[in-house]
Antibody, heavy 120, light 112 residues
Framework: QVQLVQSGGGVVQPGGSLRLSCAASGFTFSNCAMNWVRQAPGKGLEWVAFIRNDGSTEFYVDSVKGRFIISRDNSKNTLNLQMNNLRAEDTAVYYC?????????????WGQGTQVIVSS | DIVMTQSPDSLAVSLGERATINCKSSHSVLNLSNNRNHLAWYQHKPGQPPKLLIYWASTRESGVPDRFSGSGSGTDFTLTISSLQAEDVAVYYCQQYIDIRSFGQGTKLEIK
């Protein structure tokens, strides 16, 4: 069965860095685009980053451009999100989400979520 | 960027009654090359990851009860729960995926 197991996260000071990972299994990882989505406390879902199935294309929400980097290793079935220069407003539960297809499709499976707290 | 706006922000419906949630996009999400609306609906319960309910605006995801249905085209969409069950209490989000991704602000559904 499809599994997305997240790791990383935690508490970090403003300006610090964190790396989130998402280990995929149960499907052909290299066939599917992937996303990171977050939910800040008391807020709705916010899409954060997208990467195409082959890693050739990345997109980011404006608020994280230049600070976050999404990447994937199709040989290890792993998705990553490198978060640099973190701000208080990045505090959220972060989810990895698998798209149904290589591009432009809904997200049919989600990781369990991981908490990121940016605080001094 | 495509902005998704849901209405209402919150909704209280009696058990067994119909619940209707609307979603409006700032630009059409109809892809003329495949004649599909790039619009999905998700259910999100506290402490759980979001769950895909509907994609291509009206296609029900496998395992989703048939009381959930999606309709609409272009810029205006609706999620309908035909007979509300207690387990349907959640926040519901629409999402467009024709221009990268964006979510509506969410609609909180409660029991009246």
């Amino acid at each position: 069965q499809v599994q997305l197991v997240q790791s990383g996260g935690g508490v970090v000071q403003p300006g610090g860095s964190l790396r989130l990972s998402c280990a995929a299994s149960g499907f052909t990882f290299s066939n599917c685009a992937m996303n990171w989505v977050r939910q800040a406390p008391g807020k709705g879902l916010e899409w954060v980053a997208f990467i195409r199935n082959d890693g050739s294309t990345e997109f980011y929400v404006d608020s994280v451009k230049g600070r976050f980097i999404i990447s994937r290793d199709n040989s290890k079935n792993t998705l990553n999100l490198q978060m640099n220069n973190l701000r208080a407003e990045d505090t959220a539960v972060y989810y990895c989400a698998k798209d149904r297809y290589a591009t432009s499709s809904a997200s049919d499976y989600w990781g369990q979520g991981t908490q990121v707290i940016v605080s001094s | 960027d495509i902005v998704m706006t849901q209405s209402p922000d919150s909704l209280a419906v009696s058990l067994g009654e119909r619940a209707t949630i609307n979603c409006k996009s700032s630009h059409s999400v109809l892809n003329l090359s495949n004649n599909r609306n790039h619009l999905a609906w998700y259910q999100h319960k506290p402490g759980q990851p979001p769950k895909l309910l509907i994609y291509w605006a009206s296609t029900r995801e496998s395992g989703v009860p048939d009381r959930f249905s999606g309709s609409g085209s272009g810029t205006d969409f609706t999620l309908t729960i035909s007979s509300l069950q207690a387990e349907d209490v959640a926040v519901y989000y629409c999402q467009q995926y024709i221009d990268i991704r964006s979510f509506g602000q969410g609609t909180k559904l409660e029991i009246k």
